[in-house]
T-cell receptor, first 113, second 114 residues
């Protein structure tokens, strides 16, 4: 079945540093890939997505490219802010019907000023 | 639209007590699901539903029951709470059709079992 492997944290950065959070997947075919973000004390919000191979998803300065050659969907941001401190989850659809999602274990990002 | 709503936001139970976590959505989504979030484990699927009257188990269903009598509501029942069920519970929904399979999440219920 489909699965996701996400780099473990925590990741601690200074403001304006470059961020990469690695995510690799195992799947049949080329399912949509997602990054969700969870700010402290809140639920999950969709950060970005890519629906097919070679697509680039982007939002709020974050980017991720769906690379089928390396089965990866790494999250990047060129200059992080304190407000980006959160837990980030990589995810893909569960099963053929995609009735639910399979999540990575999450990466905690802490940005200091 | 209110989106996906969950109640209560916080709950403390004693071992052996029962309770129902409520989840509702007003987007007319057919697919709904329940996840639990534990430190270092990510989100794990408990149960899901593809429409009214149809439910199925996810990866960690033991100790939980669900039913889906309407499109809008998908309650999660703990029949006899155990400390291992201390967790944050998220409900999610998504429409049928479309290519993205994006899920919409509720704000969560933080449950503590003592």
């Amino acid at each position: 079945g489909n699965s996701v492997t996400q780099m473990e944290g925590p990741v601690t950065l200074s403001e304006e540093a470059f961020l990469t959070i690695n995510c690799t997947y195992t799947a049949t075919g080329y399912p949509s890939l997602f990054w969700y973000v969870q700010y402290p004390g809140e639920g999950l919000q969709l950060l970005l997505k890519a629906t097919k191979a070679d697509d680039k998803g982007s939002n709020k300065g974050f980017e991720a490219t769906y690379r089928k050659e390396t089965t990866s969907f790494h999250l990047e941001k060129g200059s992080v802010q304190v407000s980006d401190s959160a837990v980030y989850f990589c995810a893909l659809k569960r099963g053929q019907a995609g009735t639910a999602l399979i999540f990575g274990k999450g990466t905690t990002l802490s940005v200091s000023s | 639209n209110a989106g996906v709503t969950q109640t209560p936001k916080f709950q403390v139970l004693k071992t052996g007590q029962s309770m129902t976590l409520q989840c509702a959505q007003d987007m007319n989504h057919e697919y709904m699901s329940w996840y639990r979030q534990d430190p270092g484990m990510g989100l794990r699927l408990i149960h899901y539903s593809v429409g009214a009257g149809i439910t199925d188990q996810g990866e960690v269903p033991n100790g939980y029951n669900v039913s889906r009598s309407t499109t809008e509501d998908f309650p999660l029942r703990l029949l006899s709470a155990a400390p291992s069920q201390t967790s944050v519970y998220f409900c999610a929904s998504r429409p049928t059709g479309g290519a993205s399979y994006e899920q919409y999440f509720g704000p969560g219920t933080r449950l503590t079992v003592t």
